[in-house]
């Protein structure tokens, strides 16, 4: 299924304030008179080079990515939270950069470009797939029973997915096909439910298996391969047609749930982010290249991007305690972030500025406003943080993390479904 989507990220960022100005002070009304375009999608690939010279010589580890602790993170997200007054500053983070909506709260505010209504629409016509021992009641697959409980497809949902993307291109065997466009290496799922406010994430390791769309260097579509999951952003062009095969992968994944919105980050812009907020402070939970376990660092020029990409491949569970110190870091540049903005609001312009030159997304700013409105003016709760189920398995070349479908299957339906 070809989705038509949309890379609008060229508001300036005096532009996007004003539009949130608006927002803001007319409440819900601004959206009455806002009406939606669909445009087929243009690139706007933006330069990343020419702004900011970064030396990627220097960086021998690629990757960014998703984490385990997880599990903990759930317990502390389970109650409800009211946003408090200087989240109201925060509201524009969100607003303009995804990135930060990510960090910031903790939770991951899910912004659409479309109604409700348009949003329960767009979900009619899917169908979703079936396990074994799973008993469908129509060909949609949307009302099912599986092990004694009847499940319903939640139609509220709107689903968002992060990619950190690593600049390294991925050397492919065949000459003539795509796979130069660097790696997803980080991937995470956000599953808003706009009737009760809830939000799940679901975190995708690199090496999570997954049948992978092959295409020719021409662009044209060669076959489906099993491979990682983060070489289906390697076949595209680095932008909208790779951010799509990501997708692709995903919603096959997820047994042909849809995913609403991608936001891609590129790794190389951590060091201008970084930067932009003056550097961030953290004790370091592992030692790693430079860094040292317990020891405290103000991270600066290259440090951020080394911290979070960094991993000792002779361990095969290095993925999952990267994944652990992105989480971290994403945390208190959150903090840092909105310490400042308390203060000096033009960070946030700068960060705009700075992100756009290393993201791709299909959200039009202007409702990713709206939308970050209406959730941060109610209460929000993360109900869920879920770790893909499966397991890493050696191989000759690279790790394998071989999803267990059965357990992956409870997770969709605990995530998209609810019980009858």
């Not at 409702?367 to 398995?393: C, H, M, Q, R, T």
Request: charged fraction near 25%; include cysteine.
């Amino acid at each position: 299924m070809i989705k038509k989507r949309n890379n609008d990220f060229d508001l300036s960022a005096d532009e996007v304030v004003n539009e949130f100005m608006k927002g803001y002070k007319s409440g819900s009304d601004h959206h009455s008179h806002h009406h939606h375009h669909h445009h087929h999608h243009h690139e706007h690939h933006h330069n990343d080079e020419k702004t900011i010279k970064t030396n990627d010589n220097k960086i021998t580890d690629e990757e960014i990515i998703p984490s385990e602790s997880e599990k903990k993170l759930t317990n502390e997200k389970k109650k409800k939270r009211k946003i408090p007054l200087i989240f109201r500053i925060l509201i524009i983070i969100v607003a303009i950069l995804f990135f930060i909506a990510i960090l910031a709260t903790g939770a991951v505010l899910i912004l659409n470009k479309k109604g409700m209504d348009e949003i329960r629409k767009s979900k009619e016509n899917v169908v979703i797939q079936t396990i074994d021992g799973a008993i469908a009641y129509d060909d949609s697959g949307k009302t099912i029973e599986y092990k004694g409980q009847k499940y319903i497809y939640n139609e509220n949902i709107i689903t968002f997915a992060f990619m950190g993307i690593d600049d390294k291109s991925v050397s492919v065997n065949i000459s003539d096909e795509y796979g130069e466009a660097g790696q997803a290496d980080t991937i995470l799922l956000f599953a808003y439910d706009m009737s009760t406010g809830e939000v799940s994430m679901i975190t995708v390791p690199r090496d999570t298996i997954v049948d992978v769309d092959i295409y020719s260097a021409g662009g044209n579509f060669a076959r489906t391969e099993k491979m990682q999951i983060c070489l289906s952003f390697a076949y595209g062009d680095g932008g909208v047609a790779s951010c799509e095969n990501v997708i692709n992968s995903l919603e096959r994944m997820l047994m042909g749930v849809p995913i609403d919105s991608y936001f891609s980050l590129r790794v190389r812009g951590v060091d201008a982010l970084n930067a932009a907020v003056g550097g961030v402070e953290l004790t370091s939970i592992e030692t790693i290249g430079n860094f040292t376990k317990g020891e405290r660092v103000h991270l600066q020029g290259t440090d951020a991007r080394m911290y979070i990409t960094r991993r000792d491949r002779s361990k095969i569970d290095s993925d999952s305690l990267r994944r652990e110190r992105q989480l971290q870091y994403i945390r208190a540049f959150a903090d840092k972030t909105i310490d400042i903005a308390k203060t000096d609001f033009s960070v946030i312009t700068t960060l705009y500025e700075t992100a756009k030159q290393y993201s791709v997304t299909d959200i039009e700013l202007s409702d990713a406003v709206f939308y970050a409105n209406k959730l941060l003016n109610s209460s929000f709760e993360i109900k869920n943080v879920y770790s893909l189920p499966g397991e890493y398995v050696s191989t000759d070349s690279f790790p394998e993390y071989r999803l267990d479908k059965e357990a992956l299957y409870q997770v969709i339906l605990d995530v998209f479904y609810t019980k009858a």
